[in-house]
Nanobody, 122 residues
Framework: QVRLRESGGGSVQVGGSLRLSCAAA?????MAWFRQSPGKEREGVAA???????FTDDSVRGRFIISKDNTENVLYLQMNNLEPWDTAMYYC???????????????????WGQGTQVNVSS
């Protein structure tokens, strides 16, 4: 049984940084971060395969970095130079198929965490 628990969200000012963590008990394979703002669809932010290959959405490339501690089974999202439009609930997920195209497809997500809120103010 997979259990995902996010932490690390909070409120920061524009240009600030946060690091999100996801304790991923029982999870293996492809994992990803998604986010959802009020009134918008949930969207993929970044993913990492079991071998360490990463995929990143264009909107955060160069600012956000996904990584995974395989020893502790913790997924991370380092978020730098945050902008107001990064404000959202961030979710950790396991993804059934991880390719440059499929990692962000919602119907391929097997498990979701409960989310952690990130607020960026100017």
């Amino acid at each position: 049984q997979v259990r995902l628990r996010e932490s690390g969200g909070g409120s920061v000012q524009v240009g600030g940084s946060l690091r999100l963590s996801c304790a991923a008990a029982g999870a293996s394979g492809c994992m990803a971060w998604f986010r959802q703002s009020p009134g918008k669809e949930r969207e993929g932010v970044a993913a990492i395969t079991a071998s360490g290959t990463t995929f990143t959405d264009d909107s955060v490339r160069g600012r956000f970095i996904i990584s995974k501690d395989n020893t502790e089974n913790v997924l991370y999202l380092q978020m730098n130079n945050l902008e107001p439009w990064d404000t959202a609930m961030y979710y950790c997920a396991t993804v059934r198929v991880c390719s440059s195209y499929s990692w962000r497809l919602l119907h391929l997500v097997d498990d979701w965490g409960q989310g952690t809120q990130v607020n960026v103010s100017s």
